[in-house]
């Protein structure tokens, strides 16, 4: 029996790949960063075969010691970021557009000005919003010469990341997308399980460039690692996929991601909870013909803030550095800083809002401004957890969290702190990647079933609230002061 899954987790500045055993442990982790383009304000782009040669990179650094023992390949990807590429050549058209690009603000506004709003939320469970990939399709097609007529003669070929790596994968064989990656994209029913003809008709996007749709977990086609064809057996966006990950089966169940973006999906079992406070309902996964869904709320800015103190600001040299120096002051000294530097997700959604830093004095330091930062992150994920208890009608036990930051102690006890909550972090907190070597393992039987996998999740550390109510209610008000003065005019207005 082959020993080892393969994990590929495609991610908003770096490609990874691991390889875990078969007890979920990782054995042999492989990363390498990639460009970051900015043309103009708000807009951000990737290069698409940048994507694919680093991602096919670690990939086959990872598995160099495992072959002829890999089992299959999983797929987690940096969800909405959309490419559109050529069927034949294989080439794309344009830079991938990333998710936190905001050149499609405009139109969104002009969708929800001509009454699409509620509509599109009912059939998508989504918001209006740049943040999601049909408005990007349909940009590069309005704004790329040639393109538009290209598809129109059904060309060209639209992807998510998940369907742009299983393209690469295999040598162009395959064109399809997940459950959970098409739910992102404002074009895809999520009670019927299909594209929306009308939704493309709206946006004037030809269907011939859309995947196959597929659950999350079995065999969609086969790569080749050192001449082995190894099946590409499990599929899901990287949020879901850590929901997964994080064996968070149960409804109630909450993961919160702390990754580039920061994002909290909660598992609302086989019916959609339609949210009356801006957040999102969207496919959780699906494992054969059973569908779970998951209310989910997003932080466009979480992990790349501490990149801005580091590459701006010159306050720190590695990332791991910024809990050290946070932890030089007791407190924030009054300084609060709302990362909107692409705009504010849930439940603000305001795609013209910018950053700020407020409360700044004489006396304040790099470490103020530090702990502001990182304390900005656990405050949004405080807002999001408000709408969440509302929707749902119960309030948060706990909090299971992964990604990166979730190794910051200073941070989780913080977010405790401010939540009121235990917070739970695991002993893998690469939970993403875990995820989608979960969904790949138990389509091709290495693992037999969900209970088998679930006995492998095990706590690492629990943070528990230990700031007194009147602190956390001053916290709170001067945050919530910070937010007000960061919305745009056009937020206020509205």
């Given at each position: 029996?082959?020993?080892?899954?393969?994990?590929?987790?495609?991610?908003?500045?770096?490609?990874?790949?691991?390889?875990?055993?078969?007890?979920g442990?990782?054995?042999?982790?492989?990363?390498?960063?990639?460009?970051?383009?900015?043309?103009?304000?708000?807009?951000?782009?990737?290069?698409?075969?940048?994507?694919?040669?680093?991602?096919?990179?670690?990939?086959?650094?990872?598995?160099?010691?495992?072959?002829?023992?890999?089992?299959?390949?999983?797929?987690?990807?940096?969800?909405?970021?959309?490419?559109?590429?050529?069927?034949?050549?294989?080439?794309?058209?344009?830079?991938?557009?990333?998710?936190?690009?905001?050149?499609?603000?405009?139109?969104?506004?002009?969708?929800?000005?001509?009454?699409?709003?509620?509509k599109?939320?009912?059939?998508?469970?989504?918001?209006?919003?740049?943040?999601?990939?049909?408005?990007?399709?349909?940009?590069?097609?309005?704004?790329?010469?040639?393109?538009?007529?290209?598809?129109?003669?059904?060309?060209?070929?639209?992807?998510?990341?998940?369907?742009?790596?299983?393209?690469?994968?295999?040598?162009?064989?395959?064109?399809?997308?997940?459950?959970?990656?098409?739910?992102?994209?404002?074009?895809?029913?999520?009670?019927?399980?299909?594209?929306?003809?009308?939704?493309?008709?709206?946006?004037?996007?030809?269907?011939?460039?859309?995947?196959?749709?597929?659950?999350?977990?079995?065999?969609?086609?086969?790569?080749?690692?050192?001449?082995?064809?190894?099946?590409?057996?499990?599929?899901?966006?990287?949020?879901?996929?850590?929901?997964?990950?994080?064996m968070?089966?149960?409804?109630?169940?909450?993961?919160?991601?702390y990754?580039?973006?920061?994002?909290?999906?909660?598992?609302?079992?086989?019916?959609?909870?339609?949210?009356?406070?801006?957040l999102?309902?969207?496919?959780?996964?699906?494992?054969?013909?059973?569908?779970n869904?998951?209310?989910?709320?997003?932080?466009?800015?979480?992990?790349?803030?501490?990149?801005?103190?580091?590459?701006?600001f010159?306050?720190?040299?590695?990332?791991?550095?910024?809990?050290?120096?946070?932890?030089?002051?007791?407190?924030?000294?009054?300084?609060?800083?709302?990362?909107?530097?692409?705009?504010?997700?849930?439940?603000?959604?305001?795609?013209?809002?910018?950053?700020?830093?407020?409360?700044?004095?004489?006396?304040?330091?790099?470490?103020?401004?530090?702990?502001?930062?990182?304390?900005?992150?656990?405050?949004?994920?405080?807002?999001i957890?408000?709408?969440?208890?509302?929707?749902?009608?119960?309030?948060?036990?706990?909090?299971?969290?992964?990604?990166?930051?979730?190794?910051?102690?200073?941070?989780?006890?913080?977010?405790?702190?401010?939540?009121g909550?235990?917070?739970?972090?695991?002993?893998?907190?690469?939970?993403?990647?875990?995820?989608?070597?979960?969904?790949?393992?138990?389509?091709?039987?290495?693992?037999?079933?969900?209970?088998?996998?679930?006995?492998?999740?095990?706590?690492?550390s629990?943070?528990?609230?230990?700031?007194?109510?009147?602190?956390?209610?001053?916290?709170?008000?001067?945050?919530?002061?910070?937010?007000?003065?960061?919305?745009?005019?056009?937020?206020?207005?509205?």
């Amino acid at each position: 029996m082959k020993k080892y899954v393969l994990s590929l987790d495609q991610g908003t500045s770096s490609s990874r790949a691991i390889v875990f055993d078969h007890d979920g442990v990782p054995q042999n982790v492989q990363q390498k960063e990639f460009t970051q383009y900015f043309p103009q304000p708000g807009w951000v782009e990737h290069d698409p075969l940048e994507i694919w040669s680093s991602e096919r990179e670690v990939m086959l650094r990872a598995a160099s010691d495992y072959t002829g023992d890999i089992a299959a390949i999983g797929i987690t990807n940096q969800r909405e970021t959309t490419i559109v590429w050529d069927a034949a050549t294989g080439k794309p058209v344009y830079n991938a557009i990333v998710w936190q690009d905001r050149r499609t603000a405009e139109y969104c506004d002009q969708l929800k000005a001509a009454g699409w709003m509620d509509k599109i939320c009912r059939k998508t469970g989504l918001l209006v919003d740049a943040y999601f990939s049909g408005t990007k399709i349909r940009w590069i097609l309005e704004n790329v010469p040639g393109v538009r007529e290209r598809a129109e003669r059904g060309e060209l070929r639209f992807g998510t990341v998940d369907s742009w790596l299983v393209w690469n994968l295999t040598g162009g064989a395959v064109h399809v997308t997940d459950v959970t990656n098409a739910s992102r994209t404002m074009l895809f029913n999520i009670h019927t399980l299909a594209w929306d003809d009308e939704l493309l008709s709206l946006l004037h996007i030809p269907a011939s460039m859309m995947p196959k749709v597929c659950s999350n977990s079995e065999v969609y086609g086969y790569a080749d690692i050192f001449g082995e064809q190894v099946p590409i057996a499990g599929m899901a966006g990287d949020q879901q996929s850590a929901l997964f990950g994080q064996m968070c089966t149960e409804p109630g169940a909450v993961k919160n991601t702390y990754g580039t973006g920061c994002f909290l999906l909660m598992n609302s079992g086989d019916k959609p909870i339609e949210s009356k406070n801006k957040l999102l309902t969207t496919i959780a996964w699906q494992l054969g013909d059973k569908v779970n869904y998951a209310l989910e709320g997003s932080i466009f800015v979480a992990g790349s803030v501490v990149q801005l103190l580091r590459n701006l600001f010159g306050f720190i040299k590695i990332r791991d550095e910024i809990e050290g120096l946070a932890s030089t002051v007791p407190d924030n000294g009054g300084v609060y800083f709302v990362p909107a530097l692409t705009g504010l997700g849930a439940p603000y959604w305001d795609q013209y809002a910018r950053g700020g830093i407020y409360g700044i004095t004489r006396g304040t330091t790099s470490a103020h401004i530090a702990r502001a930062a990182l304390e900005g992150i656990a405050f949004q994920t405080m807002d999001i957890v408000s709408a969440m208890e509302k929707d749902a009608g119960v309030p948060l036990t706990e909090l299971k969290v992964d990604g990166g930051a979730s190794r910051n102690n200073l941070l989780m006890q913080f977010q405790s702190d401010i939540l009121g909550t235990q917070v739970i972090r695991p002993e893998v907190t690469e939970t993403t990647a875990l995820g989608a070597a979960y969904l790949a393992g138990l389509a091709v039987g290495f693992w037999n079933d969900v209970e088998e996998v679930k006995h492998q999740w095990k706590v690492e550390s629990r943070f528990v609230p230990q700031a007194d109510v009147e602190t956390v209610a001053c916290l709170k008000e001067h945050w919530h002061d910070a937010v007000e003065r960061t919305l745009s005019k056009k937020a206020n207005q509205s």
